[in-house]
């Protein structure tokens, strides 16, 4: 795989791309390493903060004031579900995309997660070219 990522190319070489203040907000220390991986070495961000369940999430969020907010749904102390919501309920918070990226697949929370306020959602495992794809638009410049 590491192999692949090198040779092929990235959204990393596109013109459109710029870099953000991300925040992760996931509790699962593997799928942390994946998304650090893929927004560092394919994507080309640098300011990576991470939380690791929803508490820390909100503390680390008005501590770094991300751009963009990469959220977990299932997560100990206080879920994504209900940290999103506080999010949105700051003014801060209020425009700043808070995309759900979760195992939580059931039918209907793709909904419910729009709902509590999530801008998008992407559904684990986490593919590169997907997750890519996913991210581009929110990567963008334009």
Same mark, same amino acid.
């Given at each position: 795989?590491?192999?692949?990522?090198?040779?092929?190319?990235?959204?990393?070489?596109? $013109?459109?791309? #710029?870099?953000?203040?991300? +925040? &992760?907000?996931? !509790?699962?220390?593997?799928?942390?390493?994946?998304?650090?991986n893929?927004?560092?070495?394919?994507?080309?961000?640098?300011?990576i903060?991470?939380?690791?369940?929803?508490?820390?999430?909100?503390? $680390?969020?008005? #501590?770094?004031?991300?751009? +963009? &907010?990469?959220? !977990?749904?299932?997560l100990?102390?206080?879920?994504?579900?209900?940290?999103?919501r506080w999010?949105?309920?700051?003014?801060?918070?209020?425009?700043v995309?808070?995309?759900?990226?979760t195992?939580?697949?059931?039918?209907g929370?793709?909904?419910?997660?729009?709902?509590?306020?999530?801008?998008?959602?992407?559904?684990?495992?986490?593919e590169?070219?997907?997750?890519i794809h996913?991210?581009?638009?929110?990567?963008?410049?334009?």
């Amino acid at each position: 795989m590491y192999q692949e990522l090198q040779t092929e190319p990235t959204i990393r070489t596109m $013109k459109d791309v #710029e870099p953000k203040r991300i +925040l &992760i907000v996931e !509790d699962d220390l593997s799928i942390i390493d994946v998304l650090l991986n893929l927004l560092e070495l394919v994507l080309g961000q640098e300011e990576i903060h991470v939380a690791q369940d929803g508490c820390a999430g909100l503390k $680390k969020a008005i #501590e770094c004031e991300p751009d +963009l &907010i990469l959220m !977990d749904l299932n997560l100990p102390r206080m879920d994504g579900w209900e940290a999103t919501r506080w999010l949105r309920s700051n003014p801060r918070f209020a425009q700043v995309p808070i995309l759900a990226v979760t195992a939580d697949t059931m039918r209907g929370h793709r909904e419910r997660a729009l709902e509590a306020g999530c801008s998008d959602y992407y559904a684990k495992p986490i593919e590169v070219d997907d997750f890519i794809h996913f991210m581009r638009p929110y990567l963008s410049g334009r």
